[in-house]
């Protein structure tokens, strides 16, 4: 389960952030083409979308930089790698040229990470998951 801590604490900051976000304002899922968390890796976002569906809504748009980074076919990746990284790679390689390009008008992007430290992982404390989320729209919107 150790694997999949960074994960499990990173998700309800998601769905935090997310849910804030929407709330604030006035913003549905739907008005993003993309809703991307930074590598949550599949299980972190079906965590964010069970969290949503209790609250009865669905994000059909919803997408993981990890999941989208690696290929778990062919790569043991377990649940990703870095939150950091895989969001970096993705905008710079994906998401800020197809907006450019006009393959997607809005993303929600949501950098998702845990605050790991050695220390605190070597005394059994939790690890704090953390999540901003920025609003990128394309020059045509």
Not at 87 to 106: D, E, I, Y
Request: with cysteine; charged share 20%.
């Amino acid at each position: 389960m150790e694997q999949y801590g960074a994960n499990l604490t990173s998700s309800p900051a998601a769905y935090d952030t997310i849910r804030a976000h929407l709330t604030e304002t006035g913003r549905k899922p739907t008005d993003y083409d993309l809703i991307a968390t930074g590598d949550l890796g599949e299980l972190g976002r079906d965590i964010v979308a069970d969290f949503f569906h209790r609250d009865g809504v669905e994000l059909p748009n919803l997408t993981d930089c990890g999941l989208l980074l690696y290929d778990r076919e062919t790569q043991d990746v377990h649940c990703g790698g870095s939150g950091c990284g895989c969001s970096a790679a993705v905008l710079a390689t994906l998401f800020l040229p197809g907006l450019v390009q006009g393959r997607w008008k809005r993303i929600l992007f949501c950098g998702t990470g845990a605050l790991l430290s050695p220390t605190s992982t070597q005394q059994g404390e939790t690890i704090p998951g953390i999540c901003h989320a920025v609003a990128l729209e394309g020059p045509n919107t």
